[in-house]
């Protein structure tokens, strides 16, 4: 019997895939922003730490940043979902369960995928904010902004501007770091080419695949990154 060629594989025909890589292309994505959002959150509150909080906040936001940047993501994974797992078992017991109970593993990932990705942004934003021009808050106070219209008027947008290529970046390593989170058991995009590649006997034309979907997804994402840049430098001189 011939090998299905690899343009039947990611078809929808007896030997297709196609549907089977779509939807686990979709739960990359959804890994992948569940995570970047998350770290998004965080690297706010973490940049306001570093910049305006006290010795005790900036202290934790430090620890945090340098724990979590020289710990391997992988690492940080199986920490979540066996932590979690660990936890969940033990609230089962005192409700009557028995035996092992598994912390979810898309939950398990997205919090870890968000807590790295919220040390890289922890550093986007606090360099971000510092590249903002002293004078453009100074001129905000004078004209006598309250500090929540000049941090809606003018530190939010000027640090947004400042902020979206390294967003970009940080995006680009979350999406490869959702590869990770099959660990857990979540059918994602590099799962699904394992299971593919294990069922057919055709890894090299999964693991193919596999490439050309993450590609596709980050020249898409990283088109829409420099559409925002775009957006949000109209008018400003480029040197």
Known sequence: MAQPTIWELIGTGPNGWGIALAIAAVMTILIALSGFVIGAVIGVF????????????????????????GIPDLLVIYLFYFGGSAVVTAIGKLFGAQGFIGFPGFLAGALAVGITSGAQQTEVFRGAFKAVPSGELEAATACGMSRWLRF??????????????????VWQVTLKESALVSVTGVVELLRQSQIGAGSTGLPFDFYIISAAIYLAISTVSGGLLQFSEKRFTRGVRRG
């Open 152 to 169: 809606r008027r003018i530190l939010a947008p000027l640090t947004l501007r400042h902020a979206i290529p390294g967003m970009g970046n």
């Open 46 to 69: 973490g940049a306001w730490a570093k910049v305006a909080g006290g010795p005790v906040t900036r202290s934790i936001a430090g620890f945090y940043t340098t724990v979590l940047r």
